[in-house]
Nanobody, 116 residues
Framework: QVQLVESGGGLVQSGGSLRLSCAASGFAFGTYLMSWYRQAPGKERELVASINSASINLNYADAVKGRFTISRDNAKNMVYLQMNSLKPEDTAVYYC?????????WGQGTQVTVSS
């Protein structure tokens, strides 16, 4: 059974930090591209960051470059998103996604709320 379980969300003041975690199971984690997406109320889901299987290719949305860092631990089947200098506009539900070829799995999301 494939599972992606996000954790680490919460309420934080503007300028603060959070670290999101995504625990994966039920598939060959080390061979999948892992990504974090977010969806704010009334907006479409958007890509935040992605990391390839070898942690060589990292990509970030312009809105989070220099503030967020994606990483993964293939031995632990975990992917992380370190979020620093958080802004109110970062408020959203954050989702973890795994993708390889035509297979795609999503987590249930974790809420991040940044107060001004």
């Amino acid at each position: 059974q494939v599972q992606l379980v996000e954790s680490g969300g919460g309420l934080v003041q503007s300028g603060g930090s959070l670290r999101l975690s995504c625990a994966a199971s039920g598939f060959a984690f080390g061979t999948y591209l892992m990504s974090w997406y977010r969806q704010a109320p009334g907006k479409e889901r958007e890509l935040v960051a992605s990391i390839n299987s070898a942690s060589i290719n990292l990509n970030y949305a312009d809105a989070v470059k220099g503030r967020f860092t994606i990483s993964r631990d293939n031995a632990k089947n975990m992917v992380y998103l370190q979020m620093n200098s958080l802004k109110p506009e970062d408020t959203a539900v954050y989702y973890c996604k795994a993708r390889r070829w035509n297979r795609e799995y999503w987590g249930q999301g974790t809420q991040v709320t940044v107060s001004s």
